[in-house]
């Protein structure tokens, strides 16, 4: 079983990173086919094919279950799953148009070549033959065992078919990349050319610094329509954002310092003031009744205790306490209960599950049965650990059953339920039972135990320092208060508003409805937001005050512009554009000013600057530390000794005079040449050619229309 245990031991294989494009893809195939109008079972359409609700909600979840493993936030993922099933959709019409099938057999033909199997040396034997028959039976045998972890291999199959095209497609299509004899003697030609020049650079910056140059919006829009193909738009919204978050006054800190030095030296209110955290003769329950966090009766290692206490525990008595101190937004008192080391434990285990409990999916035995089967089975490994192995096809945990039982090292730290952290920690190496918990019947074997680290018992008595209702009511006055200020007020008027009482101010420019997310935001409120600025009624001022659940944070949001598909509106832009149309127009008056000077002494003393000089070369175009094609292509261009036109650079303006050009004969035979270069393009042709794809697909996204029609609680 250990073929299977690989895939199920690593959950993060799921989700695939394909050669040169670097996608993931995971897909059901099995959607529901409905033709007729924007059925809000069907998202959108990738050249006539759909993309089902079905598709969405399956691809939303894997990247949400990849995002929790690895501690990133779970929402705003929704583009990202679009983006993908829309990748995989393209891959596999290509692949199809190639005139290959994703038959049975290519399957199995091609699953060696899978990344999630290609570098993982179990998978092969001693000759290098990849055990196909050996993880078929595996898969099989799953069937028959457990369909809910067969369930999960169709899902990571079709995520494997999907790489498995992406592959043969880049494979076919990178094979046309090949550089000809007479671009590779260009370029080598290119490559060996020096030219020695002296220049005199007019810093854009040095000069804004000196003369202030405005951009306008038609400044802007001038830009964008001199480059079309960089400014093709999606439908989105300019959002204007004033964020009031509900945080605690001096009085609430105050307050609940006070709440704490009460509970922890003179008394609690439910004992009439006769028990406090130090005499009490139950910790658990008196953290209970008076703590804002729960009692913990696990122990743990000092980097999972609170930092203040950590260097003081080893050398604490039982009883101890510490504090009050304060952590973040928390006001602590600690009372060390009990210290002991902490043992590792390396054990397996057969899952023996019976009808109705959370592992018996399927399962159709009783209880009474569960017990005596497991009973029976715990008897023959306990004589004979030896033949644990042979019982593992009846267990009903299918991820261990797949790696031998094995559950690995765990500690009394390790999230098993209580019975089985029980067994382990009270009996020895060696020892073989039978244990009942929520799931069944396990029969549990331990294999090895080593002594770990110190872990202490703590007991934590916790205050939040938390708004209080006058704090929040002021809150609540002050974004009320903004709301009637702002009402029916331009866009420049609820700026200037926020930033001159210092209310923390963002501004989204170009936010999407499927962000999740809003830059400078960052709430569970934000989808909703999304959702009020793309509804249909919404009009370019309007206002809304919101209120994040939970926090009492305060939102007033103000919709500054609506985005449709087509051409990026040019304020929105402004932040990404701004400096270059800036550095453009400086160049515009800088060249005009050069144009009546003789040389470049001249041109130096002009703009307060200095005479340079440089070797240039065209394939690598350096020049004073800045990357400048134009100006390494005016050196080959200009002849010798004579001043050169000036040269809009991209950090500034450049007057040049050739004084020399050389060639300087590099190693390496123009064979040699054409590979790396051919090498080079393919590298980078990948994910270029896939954006070129989806550029010129048609491409047919219906969410807005089905999320604006059933509302988000339909998604």
Known sequence: MAILGQIRSRPWL????????????????????????????????????KITREEFNDQLFVLQQQAE????????????????????????????????EMTDDYFWNQIQYDQMFAQQKQFFDEKGNFKTQELKKQIEDMKAASPEGYNQWLKTRKSIEYRLMARQVFANVSTGITTGKKEAEELMRERDQLADIDFVKVDYAAYLQKNNIKVTTEDLANYIKQHPIMFKAEESRNIGIVYFPSQPSPADDAAAQKEINKLFSV???????????????????????????????????????????????????????????????????????DKKTSDSTLSRHILIAFKGSPAGEGVTRSKEQAKKLADSIGAIVKANPGKFTEFLKLSNDPNSAAQGGSLGWTTPETPFVPEFL????????????????????????IEDKKPGAMAYKVANLVKAVKPSDATEAEINKKASRFVQQVQGKSFNDFVNIAKKANYQFSNPKQAKRFDGQLQGLGTDKDPEILAWAFD???????????????????????????????????????????????????????SEKIAKAGNL???????????????????????????????????????????????????????????????????????????????????????????????????????????????????
């Open 14 to 49: 799921l989700m695939g990173v394909i050669a040169l494009a670097l996608l993931a893809f995971l897909v059901n195939p099995d959607s529901i086919d409905k033709v007729f109008g924007k059925n809000p079972d069907v998202l959108g359409k990738v050249n006539g094919e």
């Open 69 to 100: 493993q690895q501690g990133q936030p779970k929402n705003g993922l929704e583009e990202q799953a679009w983006q993908l099933l829309v990748q995989s959709k393209l891959i596999k019409q290509q692949f199809e148009k190639m005139g290959f």
């Open 267 to 337: 008394g609690s209110d439910a004992s009439g003031g006769s028990e406090n955290f130090q005499n009490t003769k139950n910790d658990s329950m008196f953290i209970m009744a008076n703590s804002d966090m729960p009692f913990n009766p696990q122990y743990l290692k000092p980097n999972q205790l609170p930092q203040t206490i950590q260097a003081q525990l080893p050398t604490a008595a039982i009883g101890q306490t510490f504090g009050p101190y304060k952590e973040q937004n928390f006001y602590v008192v600690s009372k060390l209960l």
């Open 422 to 445: 029980k067994y382990l920690s009270e009996n020895p190496k060696g020892a073989t039972g039978v244990v009942e918990t929520q799931f069944g019947y396990h029969i549990i074997n």
């Open 536 to 590: 249909k009624k919404r009009e370019k001022g309007d206002t809304e005050l919101f209120t994040v659940d939970g926090t009492g944070d305060k939102i007033v949001v103000y919709l500054n512009g609506k985005q449709e598909k087509g051409t990026a509106d040019p304020e929105s832009v402004r932040d990404q554009i701004e400096v270059v149309v800036k550095n453009k127009l400086a160049a515009k008056q800088i």
């Open 601 to 715: 002494d001249q041109i130096a003393k002009q703009f307060g600057t200095t005479k340079q000089s440089a070797q240039v070369n065209l394939l690598n175009p350096s020049v004073a530390g800045s990357m400048e094609p134009k100006v390494a292509g005016a050196a080959f261009g200009v002849k010798k000794g004579q001043l050169s036109k000036p040269v809009e650079g991209g950090t500034g303006v450049y007057v040049l005079v050739k004084k020399n050009e050389i060639t300087n004969k590099q190693p390496g035979d123009l064979k040699q040449f054409t590979e790396s270069v051919t090498q080079r393009n393919g590298g980078m042709f990948g994910q270029a050619w896939l954006k070129s794809l989806q550029d010129n697909s048609d491409i047919e996204d219906y969410r807005i229309e089905i999320w604006n029609k059933l509302g988000s609680q339909q998604q």
